[in-house]
C-alpha cells in the first residue's frame, strides 16, 4: 500500500468547520444536504451529494484532525448499506488508518493547511467507485418522512390499510412495491423538493 504520508508536506491541524466550508467549494453545483440521519436518525453524513437525474447519493465523511475514528466502523456498516459512492476527508492525523479501515471502494481525500498558509487544501487521493455491497431498501426508504412514504403509497394505490400504520410498516411496505432503483429515484426526489431543509444547496 502505498505511503500517503510521505508525499505530504508539513502542515497544521484542520477542524470540521474549515474542512465542510472548503468541500461545499468544492462542491458548488452539485445539490448538497448536510447532516443528513440514516437509520432514523441514529447515523448523520456529514454531507451528501444528491443526484436526482442518476437516482444516486454520495455522501461524505469528514474526519478532522480534531476528531477520532471511533465511531467509523458503525458508520461504515449504515453507510454501505444505504449510500451508492461514498468518500472520506481526513485530516492528516487519520489517513493512514482510515485507509486501512475503509473498504476499498470508498474514496479517500486528504484535507491539510500547509504551514504558512491560512486555508485548507483538499486533495484527492483516490476517487469512490460504484457501492458493489447489496444495498438495504429499508434503509433507503427510512430517509423519507413518514407523509412523504404514504404519499408514495397512494401514488402506487397501496396505501390502503396502512394509513394509520407505524412508520417502520410504512417503510417496509414500500420497500416491498418498489424495485431498489425505483425506490432511490423516488426518495432522491423527495430529499431535493425539501427547500431550506438541512442547508440543501441548490445547483446553480
Not at 390502503?160 to 411496505?173: A, D, M, P, W
Not at 426518495?187 to 431543509?197: E, F, I
Request: net charge neutral.
Amino acid at each position: 500500500m502505498m505511503n500517503y504520508m510521505n508525499v505530504l508536506p508539513l502542515s497544521r491541524s484542520t477542524s470540521d468547520r474549515v474542512i465542510r466550508e472548503k468541500l461545499r467549494t468544492e462542491l458548488a453545483g452539485c445539490t448538497i444536504i448536510e447532516e443528513l440521519g440514516l437509520r432514523h436518525g441514529t447515523v448523520r453524513v456529514d454531507m451528501v451529494v444528491v443526484d436526482e437525474q442518476a437516482r444516486s447519493m454520495h455522501g461524505y465523511e469528514l474526519k478532522s484532525d480534531l476528531d477520532t475514528l471511533k465511531r467509523l466502523p458503525e458508520q461504515m456498516k449504515v453507510y454501505n448499506a444505504t449510500l451508492n459512492r461514498v468518500t472520506i476527508v481526513v485530516g492528516k492525523t487519520h489517513l493512514h488508518e482510515a485507509v486501512k479501515q475503509v473498504p476499498n471502494w470508498w474514496g479517500v481525500m486528504v484535507a491539510k493547511i500547509p504551514n504558512g498558509t491560512d486555508e485548507v487544501s483538499l486533495f484527492t487521493l483516490r476517487y469512490a467507485s460504484e457501492n458493489p455491497n447489496d444495498k438495504s431498501s429499508f434503509y433507503i426508504a427510512q430517509l423519507l418522512w413518514r407523509n412523504e412514504a404514504l404519499d408514495i403509497l397512494e401514488e402506487l394505490e397501496t396505501a390502503k390499510g396502512f394509513r394509520s400504520k407505524t412508520r417502520e410498516v410504512i417503510y417496509r411496505k414500500l420497500a416491498e412495491e418498489l424495485t431498489q432503483q425505483d425506490l432511490y429515484e423516488r426518495v432522491c426526489a423527495r430529499l431535493t423538493s425539501r427547500d431550506g431543509w438541512r442547508s440543501a444547496l441548490r445547483p446553480s
